[in-house]
Each structure stands twice: as C-alpha cells, then as structure tokens.
C-alpha cells in the first residue's frame, strides 16, 4: 500500500511529481519522496511525513532534471521510519539508479539471505532494495525477445530482476537518461499512464493525472516493461507467468472512487458492490447509512438498488490529522469520536442499515454501533460490501495477521454479537466475483486464501 508516480521529459519534472504524489496521498502516509534526473546525475529527497508539510520550495530548486520518480509510503514490509523511504538510489556496477516501488516481494527473505551470504549487504530493511540488488547481479534474456540497440546494456538486468523476484511489484526505475516502468506478471498492483504536453506521467491511480489536467493514456500490462528515451519509447514484454493475479482490494478499498485500474472504473464497481449486497439481502430498514468515505459508494449503490433512503448518519470531520492519544482502550475510542459523528436528525428513532467496505479486525465498527445506539439509533443492521476477510495479505496491503482478523476468529454471528448489531451480512465471495469483469484474473486470497504466489518463510512470518 503505496503510491508512485513519475514524469518522463518535462521541464518541470520535479514539480509534476510532487504534485501527482499529492493526490495519491491516500496511499500512504508515512513518507514521502522524490528522485530527480539530468542525464548525468540524480537528485533525491526522501522525509517522513505528508506531501504537502514535508516537501518545502527550496526542494524543488534541488531536485533538477527532466525526469522524475515518486513515492508515498505505507510500510508493509522493514522498518515503517524515515530509513526505509523512498526513492532508493544506490551506484551500481553499471551506473547509478533509483526506484520506487509499490507492493511487495514474498521472497524477500531468501534474497536478503542470498546477498548476505555473498558478502553483499543491504542497507536498508525493505524488500525495494533487492530490486536494484537484483540487477546489478546478472542479466537475462528470454527466448525470442528482440532488445533494441539502446535497451542492450539495461534490459536483460531487468529481465533478470523479474526472474528472481517473486510477489508484487509496479516500479519506476531512473537510469542514466532512460525512464524505465515495469510491472510485475501477475500485475497484483496498478500503474497507469498519462501525458500532458511533451511529458509522459505514470501513476498508481488514474487520479493523479487530473490534479496536472493531464490526459490518460492507458496501463502498464501485467509483465510490461516501458522504456523511454530520446530514441524513443520501447514497450517489452517479460514472458513467463502462471496467471494475472490484480489486487480485488483496491476496487474495494484502496484506490480512490474517481481512478480507472485494471480496465475498470472504480466507481462502477464500488457501487455495483452495493447493488449486489443489495440483492443479496431482505433486511427491513428506513435509511441507508454509510461508513465515510470508503462505505459512501456501495451505500449509494445499496440505496438505489433497494429503494431506501441515503442518508449521511454519520459526519466524518476531514480535519483530524495524526493523533497522539494512543495508550489506553478509552482513549483510543476518543480517535473514533474525534473522526466521526453522529447525525442524530436522520439518526433517531431509526432502524438503520449501515454500510462499510470491509471489516478486517472489527474494533473500530464496534465503537461506531456502540456511537450510534448512543445517539437513539432503534435498530442497526450492519451490511459490509466485501466476503469476510480470513487471510492476511502477502502482497502489500497492511492487513494484519490471521490472529488479529475478527472473521478468522469467529463465525457472522458472533462478530455481530461482538459488535452489538441486531443484524449482519456479508458480501458473498460469488457476489463480488459476479461485480468484476475477469474474476479468474484478480487474487482475492484474502477473502478465499487463495495465494497466487507464496514463500513458505513469508507465511511463517505473517501467520
Ligand atoms: S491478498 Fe487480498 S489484499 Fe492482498 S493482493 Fe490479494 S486481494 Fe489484494
């Protein structure tokens, strides 16, 4: 869970790149960073914190070039501080390089080990690291594939790279003057294209080329590798897979409402996610209430589909930056109260069905019933727009261990007793399948614990 974006050929590459990261700053929150190239040399900034309070003017100046990468961090694997932020930049033997990367590697381990055992020491705790370790240890070429003549000294590294590691990845690479994007066979996360003017921009979400009034091109393709230069761009094409494999959780969460991934219009899905709810329930209700924001679309959805009222029950307070109060139960249900309140005028009375997009460990929504029984609620009848989520996530999603998911622990019934809900249903796993175009090409392993690709170590490590 992290978001890249990067320019190829502007003049005002480091200027684009923050303001793109900008508007994936619902990716992460942690870090931010920006690398900047000229062709000769590369720039890099890297600061905890948000985009818009860490990264001052006087950074801009600094970060000089054309080209540009960056990153907003979320750390899902090494060590969530400042050290572990990107952009990486580190010299190779064949010449200084930074990426930034968003997912994560189930091999991870095996490759630190790997590298160490070589005398090679990493200096960071992340799984990025090993990308660049990666290429800087051998080349590939795979049967059949033409390398244009100015691709010879870097691709086959790349080539390598993706035949050594394994998971998630969507990476923007800077090297020398060459812009490089690649994505990973399965395609677990996004990465689309734009352009405005002369310059190509590339992002996680389709979102980020609006903030610049750019244009959408289109996607990076499970597999693809984009090369561009001032020869030209490249598209190439890694050819060993066992299947695509997107991440169904970014429709359901992750990316924002108004981005295009995966072919798909995330709004569509995210409101036909509640229509299908819908269809799938007969609980008797006056209003529709959704959990802000990621439960507002399939509550629309909801509503519409079953002719009950929207209504926003509850407010969400978009001032609440990070809290400090942290140490005791009590005081962690004030950070509910500080986010959310209760519209009592829809509110009173009411036998109300409330609408989330997901339920990982549960004690968040048993503060918001415990809040809205409090405000004269009859009757709360709690519908989540997605299956039960039973597995942990290997592949850059911060979704806890199996131990702390509320539905691996108990059965529907009991999370709603837990909860304090008169009533509660699920999202059937056929439901969501139904939504999206392709099920058979997106993982859904944490809804169905069917792993596309594992490490037995990575599990041992999550489990
Ligand atoms: S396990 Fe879940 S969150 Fe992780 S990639 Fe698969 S669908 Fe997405």
């Known amino acids: 869970m992290c978001g890249i974006f990067g320019v190829y050929n502007s003049p005002y590459a480091s200027q684009y790149a923050y303001l793109g990261i900008y508007a994936l700053q619902h990716r992460g929150q942690e870090s931010v960073g920006i690398a900047s190239a000229d062709g000769e040399e590369i720039y890099a900034i890297r600061?905890?914190?948000?985009?818009?309070?860490?990264?001052?003017?006087?950074?801009?100046?600094?970060?000089?070039?054309?080209?540009?990468?960056?990153?907003?961090?979320?750390?899902?694997?090494?060590?969530?501080?400042?050290?572990?932020?990107?952009?990486?930049?580190?010299?190779?033997?064949?010449?200084?390089?930074?990426?930034?990367?968003?997912?994560?590697?189930?091999?991870?381990?095996?490759?630190?080990?790997?590298?160490?055992?070589?005398?090679?020491?990493?200096?960071?705790?992340?799984?990025?690291?090993?990308?660049?370790?990666?290429?800087?240890?051998?080349?590939?070429?795979?049967?059949?594939?033409?390398?244009?003549?100015?691709?010879?000294?870097?691709?086959?590294?790349?080539?390598?790279?993706?035949?050594?590691?394994?998971?998630?990845?969507?990476?923007?690479?800077?090297?020398?003057d060459k812009f490089?994007?690649?994505?990973?066979?399965?395609?677990?996360?996004?990465?689309?294209?734009?352009?405005?003017?002369?310059?190509?921009?590339?992002?996680?979400?389709?979102?980020?080329f609006d903030i610049l009034e750019g244009e959408f091109l289109g996607e990076i393709k499970p597999g693809e590798i984009l090369i561009a230069d001032r020869f030209g761009i490249r598209r190439y094409r890694f050819p060993h897979r066992e299947r695509i494999a997107m991440c169904i959780f970014e429709h359901i969460y992750f990316a924002r409402p108004d981005s295009f991934i995966f072919g798909e219009e995330v709004y569509g899905i995210r409101k036909e996610l509640g229509k299908q709810l819908a269809r799938e329930d007969d609980v008797e209700g006056e209003v529709v209430v959704p959990v802000p924001d990621s439960g507002v679309v399939p509550a629309l959805g909801y509503s519409e589909e079953r002719g009950i009222p929207f209504e926003m029950g509850l407010?969400?307070?978009?001032?609440?930056?990070?809290?400090?109060?942290?140490?005791?139960?009590?005081?962690?249900?004030?950070?509910?109260l500080m986010k959310l309140s209760p519209n009592r005028s829809v509110l009173k009375g009411k036998k109300i069905i409330v609408i989330d997009d997901s339920l990982?460990?549960?004690?968040?929504?048993?503060?918001?019933?415990?809040?809205?029984?409090?405000?004269?609620?009859?009757?709360?009848?709690?519908?989540?727009?997605?299956?039960?989520?039973?597995?942990?996530?290997?592949?850059?999603?911060?979704?806890?261990?199996?131990?702390?998911?509320?539905?691996?622990?108990?059965?529907?019934?009991?999370?709603?007793?837990?909860?304090?809900?008169?009533?509660?249903?699920?999202?059937?796993?056929?439901?969501?399948?139904?939504?999206?175009?392709?099920?058979?090409?997106?993982?859904?392993?944490c809804f169905s614990l069917n792993y596309p690709v594992l490490e037995k170590e990575t599990c041992m490590q999550r489990v």
């Open 360 to 445: 990982v460990r549960g004690t968040t929504s048993r503060r918001i019933v415990n809040m809205l029984k409090r405000a004269g609620v009859k009757e709360v009848h709690l519908r989540i727009a997605s299956p039960p989520v039973i597995g942990p996530c290997y592949y850059g999603i911060d979704t806890p261990t199996r131990e702390e998911l509320i539905a691996n622990r108990m059965s529907v019934e009991d999370i709603g007793t837990f909860l304090g809900v008169d009533s509660i249903k699920y999202l059937s796993l056929e439901g969501l399948r139904k939504v999206i175009k392709d099920p058979e090409d997106y993982c859904d392993a």
């Open 315 to 336: 407010i969400r307070n978009h001032y609440v930056g990070r809290s400090f109060i942290e140490p005791t139960d009590d005081l962690r249900n004030i950070k509910v």
């Open 47 to 176: 600061k905890p914190g948000l985009v818009l309070e860490s990264i001052k003017r006087e950074d801009m100046f600094y970060l000089k070039g054309t080209n540009a990468i960056a990153h907003v961090r979320y750390s899902t694997a090494g060590d969530p501080g400042g050290l572990n932020a990107q952009p990486i930049v580190r010299d190779l033997s064949f010449g200084k390089v930074a990426i930034v990367h968003n997912g994560n590697l189930v091999n991870y381990v095996q490759l630190r080990e790997r590298f160490e055992a070589k005398g090679i020491k990493p200096r960071y705790s992340s799984d990025t690291e090993m990308f660049l370790l990666l290429m800087d240890e051998g080349q590939y070429v795979p049967e059949g594939v033409d390398i244009h003549i100015h691709d010879r000294h870097i691709l086959p590294r790349i080539f390598y790279m993706m035949k050594e590691a394994k998971g998630a990845y969507s990476l923007l690479i800077l090297h020398e």
């Open 180 to 208: 490089i994007a690649v994505r990973d066979p399965y395609g677990f996360r996004p990465l689309t294209i734009g352009k405005k003017e002369g310059a190509l921009l590339f992002s996680s979400e389709s979102c980020a």
